[in-house]
């Protein structure tokens, strides 16, 4: 995904694939510019190796340069695999009616962001709110363990790959 995260910005390719389980498509989009989706579970099939996942935190998406293409690229999917439990994505023709609810902290379970990077949220807040929605502050959405438990998942699951040798 970083690498997709910088050909499609130097517009070399119009979308690219990647492969989400810890915001390692949606990071490198950000830092780019770019729309970096990680899909609802089960929008997308995944390859057999994340199916066999004890725990199905990984999708499949792309890193766009717009909502637009992003939706395109979900849409054209579902001609392929369609999960019928949700509904279609369809087209992003022009902004949505329904305003949000959305929920902001610059906290992590153990770790603050920068000041920098606060108020910078503190400012897209501010934004969505003219825009219409409701922005609600909340406390980190995490436990303080998740982070070494979250670690130790992929730790266990990299020995596994490597003492088996088995990558699909």
């Known amino acids: 995904p970083a690498g997709a995260a910088a050909w499609v910005p130097a517009a ?9 389980g810890a915001a390692s498509t949606r990071s490198p989009a950000a830092v780019n510019g770019l729309v970096g989706l990680k899909p609802t579970r089960g929008r997308l099939p995944l390859d ?4 066999q996942m004890p725990v199905k935190i990984v999708a499949d998406g792309v890193v766009t340069r717009s909502v637009r293409d992003t939706a395109a690229f979900l849409r054209e999917a579902e001609r392929v695999y369609r999960a019928l439990k949700l509904p279609p994505i369809g087209d992003v023709t ?6 949000l609810r959305i929920a902001v902290t610059t906290r992590g ?3 603050h962001a920068t ?10 807040a501010a934004l969505l709110e003219e825009l ?28 596994v790959v490597v003492r088996t040798g088995r990558r699909e």
Not at 12 to 17: I, L, R, S
């Open 132 to 159: 219409g929605h409701r922005v609600e502050p909340v406390d980190p959405p995490l436990p303080e363990w998740f982070e070494e438990d979250f670690l130790l998942y992929w730790a266990l699951l990299a020995m």
């Open 48 to 51: 057999k190796l994340y199916r």
């Open 115 to 124: 000041p920098e990077v606060a108020d910078l949220t503190a400012k897209t």
């Open 12 to 20: 070399a390719v119009p979308m690219a694939p990647g492969t989400d």
């Open 94 to 99: 022009r902004p949505g009616h329904t305003r």
């Open 109 to 111: 379970s153990r770790h």
